[in-house]
């Protein structure tokens, strides 16, 4: 059964840095996180692309930075300087097509392989 299985969450402070990190059992070419707070939506954090062309949300420009090392299946998101905004739990997802993939960012329901999620708290 395929697995992705994030790692690195915690309790971070305002303007800190945290890295998070996702492993999967097999390689995927279409890569993201997602994001979901308490009441909210979930919603896309960055996606990646095999070759490493990637985008982030409006709201992670210029903080977030993702990242995949191929060799070792693993898909990484790089958080600096972190808001009380980003206190939520982050999730790893992969799609089962290659394409389209950053286009798919705004859609969580077009992503059909989720890991169980890693919980990221900002502290005052």
């Known amino acids: 059964q395929e697995r992705l299985v994030e790692s690195g969450g915690g309790s971070v402070q305002v303007g800190g840095s945290l890295r998070l990190s996702c492993v999967a059992s097999?390689?995927?070419?279409?890569m993201a996180w997602f994001r979901q707070a308490p009441g909210k939506k979930r919603e896309g954090v960055g996606a990646?692309?095999?070759?490493?062309?990637?985008r982030v949300a409006d709201f992670a420009q210029g903080r977030f930075t993702i990242s995949r090392d191929n060799g070792k299946n693993t898909l990484y998101l790089q958080m600096n300087n972190v808001t009380p905004e980003d206190d939520a739990t982050y999730y790893c997802?992969?799609?089962?097509?290659?394409?389209?993939?950053?286009?798919?960012?705004?859609?969580?329901?077009?992503?059909?392989?989720w890991g169980q999620g890693t919980m990221v708290t900002v502290t005052s």
């Open positions: 997802a992969a799609r089962s097509f290659v394409s389209p993939c950053l286009d798919r960012l705004r859609s969580p329901g077009a992503w059909d392989i």
């Open positions: 097999r390689s995927r070419a279409c």
């Open positions: 990646i692309g095999v070759e490493g062309v990637s």
